[in-house]
């Protein structure tokens, strides 16, 4: 296939995307995501580590289906999850200071903060009522548990948060990353990183 023909499949699926969006009343929210088959051999080195090809391939694995060409998902490369956590949470601080001004940025980075708290205490799979399931059952009491899960009953019934909880979004998050940080010791990781670039 050329880059021409590439660009062209791109943009005809961005379209149709993009239509399906504005039907649904979701413009901004469905990720359009695309790789070069090079790059997924190590994504967090080459091209771009899309969260899909990293902390949530396994799901993207059991539940991708191949509508034209050939499976490559045997080519993705898989990577220590425990590693990818620390990433992860690395990635989500990162988002949320560069996107602090935009509120509807910072709810979706809520909801991947959240997601990745549920994914560190044993939820199976990213349906909603999994994620709910273990945030209300397996995570740990912190304190402002009863905020997150406010948060994440908002978003399963597809409401707009009200002012409380949109004001409480950076506390949520900041203690529902720090639980996953201590619990897969990622100051540790950080430390150990630093070190060996001396």
């Known amino acids: 296939m050329s880059n021409v023909e590439i660009e062209r499949a791109v943009e005809l699926m961005h379209n149709i995307i993009r239509k399906c969006e504005k039907e649904h009343k979701m413009e901004g929210f469905v990720d359009f995501a695309w790789s ?4 997924i051999e190590d994504p967090l080195k ?3 580590p899309f969260k899909f090809l990293t ?3 396994d799901d993207f694995i059991e539940n991708h289906i191949i509508i034209y060409g050939e499976d490559f998902t045997s080519r993705i490369r898989r990577y220590d999850f425990n590693k990818l956590v620390c990433w ?3 990635r989500i601080k990162e988002l949320l200071k560069a996107r602090s ?3 509807k940025m910072i709810k979706i980075i809520c909801g991947e903060a ?4 549920a994914l560190a205490y044993g939820a199976k799979n990213l349906s909603k009522k999994e994620i709910a399931h273990v945030l209300d059952n397996l995570v740990p009491e912190f304190p402002t548990k009863t905020y997150t899960l406010r948060i994440w009953k908002y978003y399963l019934k597809g409401k707009e948060l009200d002012e409380e909880l949109i004001n409480f979004i950076p506390k949520t998050m900041g203690e529902a990353l720090k639980l996953v940080s201590v619990k897969f010791n990622c100051q540790h990781e950080a430390k150990n990183q630093a070190t060996r670039k001396m």
């Open 55 to 57: 902390i949530y391939v």
């Open 88 to 90: 992860r949470i690395k």
């Open 101 to 103: 001004q935009d509120l």
């Open 114 to 117: 959240l997601r990745l708290l």
């Open 46 to 48: 080459k091209g771009y």
């Open 36 to 39: 070069l088959l090079s790059e």
